[in-house]
C-alpha cells in the first residue's frame, strides 16, 4: 500500500534517477493511447517503440525493456495524474508540445481515429497544460506523416 501511496504522490523509488522516471511515465502514456480504443494495433506498437527509441535515444533492447515496465506502470495507474504530474514539474513546454504530437501520431497509426484516443489526447494536454493552439498544430502535424 505504501507503494501505491508513494507512486500516486509522484515520489520516486529510492534509486530510481529522475530521467528514468520521466521516461516511464512518457512511455506508460504511449501505451494508455495503445489501450484507448480497446484494440493494440500492431501499427501503434510500431509508432511507440519509435518514439521511444528517437525522443530517448534508446536502442531497440532498452527500448523493449521500458515498453515493459511503461506497461506495468499503466496497469497499475489510478489515473493519469500519476505520470503527467511528472511531465508538468520537468518538461519545457516545447517537449510537453512534442510529447502531444507523439500521442497523436499513436492515435493516427492505424489509420483509425477513435473517439477514446482523440479525448485521451485532449486530456492530456489539458493536465499539462499545453494551450490549445499548439494541441492543434500538434494534431495537424501528426496526422501530416
Not at 516511464?24 to 519509435?50: I, P, Y
Given at each position: ?19 528514468h ?23 501503434e506498437?510500431e ?68 473517439k477514446?484516443e ?28
Amino acid at each position: 500500500m505504501l507503494e501505491s501511496l508513494t507512486r500516486l504522490m509522484g515520489i520516486p523509488d529510492e534509486g530510481e534517477d529522475l530521467e528514468h522516471r520521466l521516461q516511464v511515465v512518457t512511455a506508460a502514456l504511449f501505451v494508455e493511447m495503445c489501450r484507448a480504443d480497446a484494440q493494440v494495433a500492431h501499427e501503434e506498437m510500431e509508432v511507440v517503440m519509435a518514439a521511444v527509441r528517437t525522443t530517448f535515444h534508446l536502442h531497440a533492447e532498452e527500448a523493449q525493456d521500458l515498453l515493459r515496465l511503461a506497461e506495468g506502470e499503466a496497469d497499475g495507474a489510478i489515473s493519469l495524474y500519476e505520470f503527467t504530474s511528472h511531465i508538468n514539474d520537468h518538461f519545457s513546454p516545447p517537449e510537453k508540445c512534442k510529447l502531444i504530437e507523439n500521442l497523436w501520431r499513436v492515435a493516427y497509426a492505424d489509420s483509425v481515429l477513435d473517439k477514446h484516443e482523440e479525448y485521451l489526447v485532449r486530456k492530456v494536454a489539458d493536465l499539462i497544460h499545453v494551450p490549445h493552439r499548439d494541441f492543434m498544430r500538434a494534431k495537424h502535424r501528426a496526422a501530416e506523416t
